[in-house]
């Protein structure tokens, strides 16, 4: 019952921000940044390769609250890494 409420009290600070990102952001989303993604959350303990599919959503829900509380620290958006990308020829102003 415990982990289940910490993994509800995960999901709900995480999914509003997803959800604000998501309404932000228009473009799909581009392989690079999906890479940028899982490097950002196996460095913050999540292991896919891992094999262990009874934790699964509780290693995943708390690495990727890692990197919401660090993205919060730092002031920046969830989504990856959108800095120095190029698209159609522009660059990128962020």
Same mark, same amino acid.
């Given at each position: 019952?415990?982990?289940?409420?910490?993994?509800? @009290?995960?999901? /709900? $600070?995480?999914?509003?921000?997803? %959800? /604000?990102?998501?309404?932000?952001? *228009? *473009?799909?989303? $581009?392989?690079? *940044? /999906?890479? !940028?993604?899982?490097?950002?959350?196996?460095? !913050?303990?999540?292991?896919?390769? @891992?094999? +262990? +599919?009874?934790?699964?959503? +509780? *290693?995943?829900?708390?690495?990727? %609250?890692? /990197? !919401? !509380?660090?993205? @919060? @620290?730092?002031?920046? %958006?969830?989504?990856?890494?959108?800095?120095?990308?190029?698209?159609?020829?522009? $660059?990128?102003?962020?």
């Amino acid at each position: 019952m415990r982990k289940l409420l910490r993994a509800i @009290a995960i999901a /709900v $600070t995480i999914v509003p921000s997803g %959800a /604000v990102f998501a309404q932000a952001s *228009q *473009q799909p989303v $581009t392989r690079e *940044q /999906v890479r !940028a993604e899982l490097a950002e959350l196996e460095r !913050a303990g999540y292991n896919p390769s @891992a094999g +262990d +599919d009874s934790h699964y959503p +509780d *290693q995943l829900l708390a690495a990727e %609250a890692k /990197v !919401a !509380a660090g993205h @919060a @620290a730092a002031g920046t %958006a969830l989504g990856g890494v959108s800095q120095g990308t190029t698209e159609a020829g522009a $660059t990128n102003s962020k």
